[in-house]
């Protein structure tokens, strides 16, 4: 094994926290990984990682080396891919995450028009409503949707996605179509929690500018965008999500736009990707594309221009 596969293994093992799950990210024996980082104590003559029963951890001078590692690795790829010509000359393996909606909606029915442009590529596509950890399970890249927490990522923001409240035809046969903030008290609204245990906060809307709230009752709270959608065709009660993946349903009469001049706030697409001073041909590649083909998707009230902030 060469000293930047050794090195990559390294990294792998430093960002995981774990042989085991290096070993299963990168297809190799535990035994190979374990080997590779010893050989490579051994040629730099110190100790990069502290091993115990239960934890990997970086020593001082590991953390050192894991910097350098990390800017002489995106150097090296960089230099593979500087004279190749064309998009069809990208190369490699791509992970990312999106979203189960828009994965669904928007971007798999069009992934193959950027493996015709990119076919050496080959693609590892995770589509979920959690928050996947992008560097211990090896993402090169993610797309969030809602307001940000402080990370070490970096953050391209593509712009924002409107929201529309729907209900079923069933539903709105039962309990009637409401017309104002006044009628939410006899309606049911289906929650969506991220974690169970938490509280919902209620039907949203903008007021003046300002997000405000009115607390309403509802026999079911769901966890992720398909069965939020799935539960509002159900005629469970009223929802509030992003009008990309409603619009069709709506064009359908499958679903009912109700309240249409009380939405909640437009919510902020994002794309993260790891904080690093290069970033791949392959991925910069994925980015461009995933943001030309969101961009018609876009409330264009709040939406923030990508190719404007380029040429800025």
């Not at 960002?15 to 085991?20: D, P, R, V």
């Not at 064309?86 to 791509?94: E, N, V």
């Not at 970033?279 to 083909?293: D, E, F, G």
Request: one cysteine or more; hydrophobic letters at 40%; charged letters at 20%.
């Amino acid at each position: 094994m060469n000293q930047f596969e050794a090195m990559h293994i390294f990294v792998r093992v430093a960002e995981l926290g774990s042989f085991t799950q290096a070993a299963n990210q990168t297809g190799l024996p535990k035994a190979s990984i374990s080997t590779s980082v010893r050989q490579l104590e051994n040629l730099l003559g110190t100790r990069l990682l502290h091993r115990t029963t239960r934890s990997v951890q970086m020593t001082a001078d590991g953390l050192i080396f894991y910097e350098r590692c990390k800017d002489m690795l995106a150097d090296m790829e960089e230099l593979q891919t500087l004279f190749q010509q064309g998009a069809s000359q990208i190369s490699g393996r791509l992970r990312m995450d999106l979203p189960s909606a828009f994965a669904r909606n928007i971007v798999i029915p069009r992934l193959p028009e950027f493996l015709r442009l990119h076919p050496r590529l080959e693609i590892e596509l995770s589509s979920t409503d959690r928050l996947v950890d992008l560097i211990r399970e090896g993402f090169d890249c993610v797309m969030r949707i809602g307001n940000l927490s402080d990370s070490n990522l970096i953050a391209r923001p593509l712009g924002k996605l409107r929201q529309i409240n729907c209900a079923s035809p069933a539903y709105i046969a039962q309990h009637g179509m409401p017309v104002s903030l006044a009628d939410l008290g006899r309606h049911q609204l289906i929650h969506y929690a991220s974690n169970f245990g938490s509280k919902p906060a209620g039907f949203e809307y903008m007021e003046d500018g300002k997000l405000k709230t009115v607390a309403m009752s509802g026999a079911l709270t769901v966890n992720n965008s398909d069965a939020y959608q799935a539960a509002c065709l159900a005629g469970f009660g009223i929802t509030q999500a992003p009008a990309i993946g409603s619009r069709e349903l709506i064009e359908q009469g499958l679903l009912i736009e109700v309240l249409p001049e009380l939405s909640a706030a437009s919510m902020p697409v994002s794309l993260l990707y790891p904080d690093r001073r290069h970033l791949p041909k392959r991925t910069q590649s994925w980015m461009n594309w995933v943001a030309a083909i969101v961009q018609p998707h876009l409330d264009p009230s709040t939406e923030k221009n990508w190719l404007n902030k380029k040429a800025e």
